[in-house]
């Protein structure tokens, strides 16, 4: 099959388009903006009518080499999907047309696996290819360092380090690290999550440790991206009813946009999409900017118990508004507007306040036995409230994300249902297993001299 070669350009358009691998393994352009697929490309209705038959890795496939198939051979990019994604992405039938996907089912239980497990695995094949090396720094407050740890773990060429604040994380959320070993090392801090992150910038920036090829596997990285538009073909291809004119809603808990900008590259792709709802929590900066044309960033961001939504800035924005035809800077700036009729004809933005999340959490399982955690419960709640507000008739299909594991939230679930959500096998066992880390005082020259020690 003839594959073109799709360049990456930055979404601030002051550095050179470069390849797939440079975006890769730049992370961030020159010019402080995110990379983007100069151009999107596309599968005709019979390729998206054929995925029916498909398994996930199978239109994993398919996706990715779309848009690497120019760099990277077949077998090789088939050999990395079916290895990222080896467990299973149930779709459950809540009512009518209505269903959740379960993205839960990765080592980390939280759809982050999903990109995560893809770009370690790309990361690694193009090291291997050119005899290069990685060492990942990176800060975790909880959350994304199991990811990064878990999807990184066993893979040659590349090393990770992860400093976490002591006395800030779950016995749970540190056992999900701290069990691994191998190529991956954990350090505890007896400080903030704001000194673990700012020890890993003033490594980043200390050219004594060049020798050592610092990366950050950042959460804005393009090789996470595309592994985001996976499961939106993958979803309806399982769930439609076989007509060609099918349309899909999706409802997306969003916190900075790197999945609702990978279903929205799906829908670029060819994916027939009637409707995104973006479901925020309180955090509301994009619903008012969909609605009044304004765009402002909340500083500090609102807490919320969907935690890894409380993001007053998104990340993504910039992608998003360069879909839309517009330009903003990674501060939020916008030099040139995107298409707001375009964004409100493929769009439903709405917050979602934490009692209504805890509302839905209830109502869900007692109407429908659908067990839901926070951030799910976001958009599920969001999809509600669309379905109502415009008379959404019931043989729509509608697939609502669940993007975390509810035994991630058991004190949660506990408080509202009276129960406690079973262990999915992925952690399960954790609380026997071994743990090893090291302790480090918060000063830069401890750090330091950790890496020169550890890493040659
Ligand atoms: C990261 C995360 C989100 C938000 O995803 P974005 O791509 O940042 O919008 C939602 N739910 C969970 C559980 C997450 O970890």
Partial sequence: MENKKIKFRSTNLKSPAVSFEQALLKGIAHDGGLYMPEEIPRFSEEEILEFSNSEYHEIA?????????????DEDLRRIVKD???????????????????????????????????????????????????????????????????????????????????????????????????????????????????????AFADSDLDYLNLSSANSINIGRLIP???????????????????????????????????GLIAMNMGLPVKK????????????????????????????????????????????????????????????????????????????????????????????????????GSVGWAALQKYIEEENIAKDQLCISLETAHPAKFPEKIREILSFDPELPPSLLGLESKEESFEHLPTTYEAFKEFLKKNYK
């Fill in 228 to 262: 985001q538009t996976m499961y939106y073909f993958y979803s309806f291809a399982k769930l439609r009813a076989g007509k060609a004119d099918d349309q899909v809603v999706f409802s997306v808990p969003s916190g900075n946009f790197g999945d609702l900008c990978g």
């Fill in 61 to 73: 496939l398919a996706v990715a080499r779309k848009f690497l198939g120019a760099e990277v051979p």
């Fill in 276 to 375: 995104f709802v973006v479901a925020t929590n309180e955090n509301d900066e994009y619903p008012k900017f969909v609605k009044s044309g304004f765009y402002e960033k909340l500083v500090p961001s609102r807490n919320c118990i969907s935690s890894a939504m409380n993001v007053g800035h998104p990340s993504n924005i910039p992608r998003l508004v360069g879909l839309y035809g517009g330009n903003m800077d990674e501060h939020g700036a916008i030099s040139n507007a995107p298409d707001l009729d375009r964004i409100r004809d493929d769009m439903y933005a709405v917050s979602i306040t934490d009692k209504e999340t805890e509302a839905m959490i209830s109502d869900a399982y007692k109407e429908h036995k659908l067990l839901l955690e926070p951030h």
């Fill in 84 to 202: 990222a994604y080896d467990y299973e992405v149930p779709l459950e039938n809540v009512c009518d047309n209505q269903f959740v996907m379960r993205l839960d089912r990765g080592p980390t239980a939280s759809f982050k696996d999903f990109a995560a497990r893809m770009m370690g695995r790309l990361m690694q094949y193009f090291l291997n290819r050119n005899n290069g090396k990685l060492l990942i720094l990176t800060a975790t407050s909880g959350d994304t360092g199991s990811a990064i740890a878990n999807a990184f773990y066993g893979l040659d060429n590349v090393e990770v380090v992860v400093l976490f604040p002591e006395n800030e994380v779950t016995d749970r959320q540190r056992k999900q690290m701290t069990t691994l070993g191998k190529n991956i090392s954990i350090v505890a801090l007896d400080g903030k999550f704001d000194d673990c992150q700012a020890l890993v910038k003033l």
